[in-house]
């Protein structure tokens, strides 16, 4: 299982919402590219970026943040990246800049041929971002809610090809209230691509609720406040998981 730590962007800062309202940021570093150079030191082996402005404005924004990133972690651990990722110009050039893999979100639900045509233009690169609300899909910064079923929506685009899936129960993203792990195992036994959970990792009970349904096909699990705001150590949070897990991924 590897914990992901995760640096959300905005105007050029590290930054944590709470369920996805802009207005709800907290500044954690003015420098996103020193706060990966520690999560990296700290032992992380993959991490989780998102362009918060990109996303609100359907282009990327905080590109300039991102290539610090990128060059501070170098070729030592791969990065993912979503947020305003509409094109598949835009695509090519945060492969060319050394992001490993592409999250697609909101455009996937929206425009599902972009999706299609991203998978089979960039085959090993893209991963689907599905957020959801109550099993429901919900897109464009999570303001709103759509009738598209989770399940239904994930396995349509594991046929398209996508690496796997970012599951994120917006309810709880950001709260510090827990993860929704019967959700998470729900969509991770439909599918035979990995499932990364995201939203509400609050301390090591939930890492240790996570380890023990691995098995059912979750791979990963990104968190963001709760390493921000202490309540939950990363490098024990990793050392935990690679215990229960048997071993490092």
Not at 4 to 31: H, W, Y
Not at 46 to 64: M, S
Not at 147 to 158: E, P, Y
Request: contains cysteine.
């Amino acid at each position: 299982m590897l914990i992901i730590p995760a640096i959300d962007l905005k105007d050029g800062q590290c930054v944590r919402l709470k369920q996805g309202e802009m207005d709800s940021a907290t500044v954690f570093s003015s420098n996103p590219a020193d706060m990966a150079g520690k999560w990296l030191a700290s032992g992380a082996r993959r991490l989780h970026l998102v362009d918060l402005n990109g996303a609100f404005a359907g282009k990327p924004v905080n590109e300039a943040a991102i290539k610090a990133i990128v060059n501070a972690v170098g070729d030592e651990i791969p990065v993912q990246l979503g947020g305003g990722i509409r094109d598949l110009d835009t695509i090519e050039r945060y492969l060319d800049d050394g992001i490993t893999y592409i999250i697609i979100g909101s455009a996937a639900v929206k425009n599902p041929g972009f999706l299609h045509d991203a998978c089979t233009a960039f085959p090993g690169h893209i991963i689907v971002g599905l957020d959801a609300k109550d099993g429901k899909v919900a897109v464009e910064g999570w303001s709103k809610v759509t009738h598209h079923d989770v399940i239904d929506l994930a396995m349509k685009f594991q046929d398209y090809g996508v690496e796997g899936v970012v599951y994120t129960d917006i309810g709880r993203d950001g709260m510090l209230s827990g993860v929704n792990i019967e959700a998470t195992v729900k969509l991770a036994q439909a599918l035979t691509i990995p499932v990364i959970a995201s939203g509400g990792i609050t301390n090591l009970d939930d890492v240790r609720k996570l380890c023990a349904v691995e098995g059912e096909g979750i791979m990963g699990a990104i968190t963001g406040r709760a390493i921000y705001e202490g309540t939950l150590d990363f490098a024990a949070a990793q050392a935990l998981a690679d215990e229960l897990g048997g071993g490092a991924n």
